[in-house]
């Protein structure tokens, strides 16, 4: 089992940077294919990217790519989702969510672990 923990979100402007990150616990975050979801009110959850386990696999919503990065440091037990160029319509709440596979999925109801969720506000 592992328990996810977001953390980094909150407030920033149009064009602007944030940074998430999903701590995990346990000893076996390397044999989990990552993920990060979001849902914005009102609409269905989505995938924003995903990482294979050793991360050299990453798949990324089209309206994301070339601005958000994800990663992984399986020493550290953390998955990262660095954010650039925020657009009004990235708000959302955020999720990590994990899944023991080598690959990654694309659909929610594929991952077993969830963390809280961090919300992330873009607003002038």
């Known amino acids: 089992q592992v328990q996810l923990v977001e953390s980094g979100g909150g407030l920033a402007q149009p064009g602007g940077s944030l940074r998430l990150s999903c701590a995990a616990s346990g000893r076996t975050f390397s044999r989990y294919a990552m993920a990060w979801f979001r849902q914005a009110p009102g609409k269905e959850r989505e995938l924003v990217a995903a990482i294979s386990l050793n991360g050299g696999s990453t798949n990324y919503a089209g309206s994301v790519k070339g601005r958000f990065t994800i990663s992984r440091d399986n020493a550290k037990n953390t998955v990262y989702l660095q954010m650039n160029s925020l657009k009004p319509e990235d708000t959302a709440v955020y999720y990590c969510?994990?899944?023991?596979?080598?690959?990654?999925?694309?659909?929610?109801?594929?991952?077993?672990?969830w963390g809280q969720g961090t919300q992330v506000t873009v607003s002038s």
């Open positions: 969510a994990a899944q023991y596979s080598a690959m990654y999925y694309t659909i929610p109801s594929e991952y077993g672990y």
